[in-house]
């Protein structure tokens, strides 16, 4: 897949226990904001850049939220950032407690916290699309770039009881991504790419916003550039050495597409990289077992032939085969309609 989709857990954080800290109520919350002040949150403090998730330190961070929720009971940064220390510490229990007790007091990034609660049904709630839709609506209603994101894939793919609607998941991508958002800058370039959403296929406009996203990390970003670089379309120049080096950055992020991708090179010997059977064959699984059509279609062939240190295994070849052909893989679809025991490798004629 190369849209984002729900990405509360790289806003969260790890961490408990207590030790001492500053007294008053404007030195706790100072501490509290320091400690544990979510990056996107407009409301914290001037000078306060806030804390991504894996920097925060969870020891301190839970003792001076405590301390702030005490002396500042219906302070909503107070409990929402109470709320990541408690996520950032895997105590799901008390992080939804303080999550739904901001956001009873509007406080957006808690309902937008709350909302991946409810789709994934964790600390004992259901797993209620309906109801992280309407958290997520809340949120975005404010402002909010992230609920604004999530709410658009909510729309693009039909969730949360919601008709699938590409208008306004583009128009709430592009309210993300205007905000600098990269998850919703890399769902924007898609929409261009594909022509999707009321918005005219443009590659060029697909590759700014996949830049923009790719400048920020964004794997899928770096992916769907690398795709560009390599078939030398949204005005830029076919590249394959630069669409290596980024399908190599996404992949080691985790991208399945990219994992494919990069195989391929391997196996083809392209964009500057020694042929190399045994890691294609290695990356074809890491994006196969994730579920990605090229990959399980790649490693097919692999099995077929016993390439890339593999034993030969029709069997396997052919239930590769048919899990990517099912997903729409034309290679796949081909190679079984060829034969069901022996399929076809690519650029075999």
Do not use: W
């Not at 702030?68 to 407690?97: E, F, H, I, S």
């Not at 583009?170 to 790419?193: F, M, P, S, T």
């Not at 697909?206 to 992916?223: E, F, H, K, T, W």
């Not at 062939?301 to 590769?320: D, F, S, V």
Request: aromatic share 8%; proline share 3%.
């Amino acid at each position: 897949m190369r849209v984002a989709f729900f990405t509360a857990a790289i806003l969260i954080g790890f961490g408990h226990s207590a030790i001492a800290g500053p007294s008053g109520s404007s030195d706790s919350m100072a501490a509290c904001d320091r400690a544990a002040a979510n990056p996107f949150d407009i409301s914290r403090p001037v000078g306060v850049a806030g804390v991504a998730i894996d920097k925060i330190d969870f020891v301190a961070a839970i003792h001076a939220c405590e301390m702030a929720t005490k002396t500042n009971p219906n302070d909503g940064r107070m409990a929402m950032q109470l709320g990541r220390a408690y996520l950032a510490a895997k105590d799901d229990d008390n992080a939804r407690m303080m999550f739904d007790k901001a956001n009873r007091t509007g406080n957006a990034l808690a309902a937008f916290e709350l909302a991946g609660f409810y789709k994934n049904g964790r600390a004992g709630l259901p797993v209620d699309e309906v109801a992280a839709m309407h958290l997520l609506e809340k949120a975005a209603a404010t402002g909010l770039s992230l609920a604004q994101m999530q709410l658009g894939y909510f729309h693009a793919y039909g969730r949360g009881g919601l008709t699938v609607d590409d208008f306004e998941a583009a128009r709430l991508y592009r309210l993300a991504a205007d905000q600098g958002l990269a998850a919703a800058q890399n769902n924007l370039g898609y929409l261009h790419e594909k022509g999707r959403g009321g918005l005219r296929q443009d590659d060029a406009q697909a590759a700014r916003y996949y830049r923009l996203a790719a400048d920020q990390g964004s794997g899928l970003a770096r992916s769907n550039l690398a795709l560009l670089y390599k078939d030398g379309r949204g005005g830029l120049a076919k590249d394959d050495a630069l669409a290596a080096q980024l399908f190599q950055l996404a992949a080691n992020q985790g991208v399945p597409a990219a994992q494919a991708h990069l195989g391929n090179f391997y196996q083809e010997g392209r964009g500057g990289l020694a042929r190399n059977l045994f890691k294609a064959a290695r990356l074809f699984k890491l994006a196969a077992d994730a579920g990605n059509a090229l990959g399980q279609s790649s490693l097919a062939y692999l099995y077929q032939e016993g390439l890339g240190g593999l034993p030969k295994l029709e069997a396997e070849a052919a239930r590769l085969h048919r899990l990517a052909a099912d997903q729409g893989n034309a290679a796949s679809q081909a190679a079984l309609a060829i034969s069901p025991g022996r399929a076809r490798g690519p650029g075999e004629g």
